[in-house]
């Protein structure tokens, strides 16, 4: 039997997911299965950086797993990236679960890095048990084939070279190369449904069958290969009826309903924006009122006259009355908004470019932190160029923003009074003149594809 750094390589090869000379950005828990990970890649001596994430969630013992991942990185001269979260109160201004909240932390982050880390890939060390975990998960609340494909090799710039190897094989390397781990408490309890199926449903299904992890191996290729199959009918069927407009998908939902075998087809397309069937059935019931909106976690439906509009939610949106604090030193903003912040001289001002993604401010009329949050009905400010105060409302109702759009507009205020209606107006009472020395520079960063409502006022130069 080939040794599992062997079999590794072999599985990075035959799925061809990264090279030597790609950089990779590797998430670290400090548990097992992980710390393998770790131990792998530089055996093989791939290039790569460790990212670690704290939720703060078992106290002392999630400050001793951050000390130990740095004491590791430090006697191997690992670059170690690790960032904080007090994930209680994200989960509660989202509205998530304490799980989809650190996981949407966690990935929010790993992307951000990757960024700015400069790395290809983020790895992380998923494995075949946590695949089989992941495939009852979803039979149980039930799927379709997409669900029961569980975890993808790959999925975007997340890559995962151990989601062949039981986890069983992951505990006899690290016995054997005397790899220290740290164990999770919360893994020995039955509170979750995942530990359920790990301790009860799986160890009873290796008795009845020994090679049970053979097993669910090939099922796991057969279900790829049919799932591709369908996707590539739903390519050719599916997306010839519906068509991209500016940040959104356009379904003409009569071509939809009036041919069965699209009907079908459809309701297995929405399944990849996480709507549930009970969702799925009634927006095919052609029964909802015009104007009436389904959401999943990660999407939203709008239903229009003869089309659904189809956009996206969850990734970026936080709850209208949530707000987000910039502080004085924040020099990048992932959520709500893509912001790039940076103090110049006004020296420098003249360099900048004119644009509507640009707001350039007075700084020393700003009192920090400031916060950015959607805006609300009775917000008003001075527009740039203007002496009387200004509803939002009617700003963007002169910048001909839609009513889908409009409810995507944010706002950045300082001392309650709003410095910016990003990414179209700028107040006056906030702008850069002859007496100012120092520049707030905010860019809205965005999308190259995405050419949303905010940026329709072309004409507008907020510097």
């Known amino acids: 039997m080939n040794t599992l750094l062997e079999r590794t390589q072999k599985y990075i090869s035959d799925n061809n997911l990264f090279t030597y000379n790609h950089k990779l950005l590797v998430a670290v828990s400090g ?29 002392e013992e999630s400050n001793a797993d951050e000390e130990f991942i740095r004491k590791k990185a430090f006697l191997e001269n690992t670059t170690l990236k690790i960032i904080r979260f007090d994930t209680i109160v994200y989960a509660s201004k989202l509205k ?124 796991f290729q057969r279900l790829n290969a049919e799932n591709k199959i369908i996707e590539n009918i739903l390519e050719y069927e599916i997306l010839s009826n519906l068509f991209l407009y500016k940040n959104r998908i356009i379904i003409e939902k009569n071509k939809i309903l009036r041919q069965e075998h699209l ?42 006259r003869h089309r659904w509009i189809l956009i996206t939610n969850a990734n970026t949106e936080v709850e209208n009355d949530a707000e987000i604090f910039i502080y004085e030193n924040t020099t990048n903003l992932v959520e709500p908004l893509t912001l790039k912040l940076s103090i110049i001289p006004i020296k420098n001002l003249e360099n900048i470019p004119k644009s509507n993604l640009v707001a350039c401010i007075d700084k020393q009329k700003l009192f920090f932190p400031l916060i950015i949050r959607k805006w609300k009905k009775g917000d008003s400010m001075i527009p740039l160029g203007m002496k009387g105060r200004k509803k939002i409302s009617d700003i963007l109702t002169g910048a001909k923003v839609s009513t889908v759009d409009r409810k995507n507009a944010y706002v950045i205020e300082s001392n309650n009074e709003i410095v910016w209606l990003v990414g179209i107006r700028m107040s006056e009472k906030f702008k850069v003149t002859n007496e100012t020395r120092e520049v707030l520079l905010i860019e809205l960063i965005r999308d190259d594809h995405d050419d949303d409502v905010r940026y329709h006022d072309r004409d507008y130069k907020p510097c």
């Open 31 to 59: 548990g097992i299965d992980s710390m393998v990970l770790w131990d792998i890649l530089k055996k093989l001596n791939y290039h790569f950086i460790v990212a670690h994430c704290n939720f703060q969630l078992r106290g």
């Open 96 to 219: 998530l679960s304490i799980q989809e909240t650190a996981r949407k932390l966690r990935y929010d982050y790993f992307y951000e890095l990757c960024s700015s880390e400069k790395c290809d890939f983020i790895v992380t060390a998923h494995n075949l048990d946590d695949r089989i975990e992941t495939f009852f998960i979803n039979l149980l609340r039930g799927t379709g084939l997409r669900g029961l494909c569980s975890i993808p090799v790959q999925n975007n710039k997340i890559v995962r070279p151990l989601l062949f190897c039981p986890r069983n094989d992951i505990l006899n390397y690290a016995q054997l190369n005397r790899i220290e781990w740290r164990e999770d408490s919360s893994n020995s309890e039955d509170k979750y449904l995942r530990n359920k199926i790990r301790h009860h449903i799986i160890p009873s299904l290796i008795e009845i069958k020994p090679d049970f992890y053979h097993i669910f191996s090939d099922n």
């Open 263 to 304: 009907y079908s087809l459809f309701a297995y397309y929405l399944k990849q924006f996480r709507f549930t069937d009970k969702q799925v059935e009634l927006l095919l019931s052609n029964k909802l009122q015009t104007g009436k909106v389904l959401k999943s976690s990660t999407h939203q439906i709008i239903v229009d």
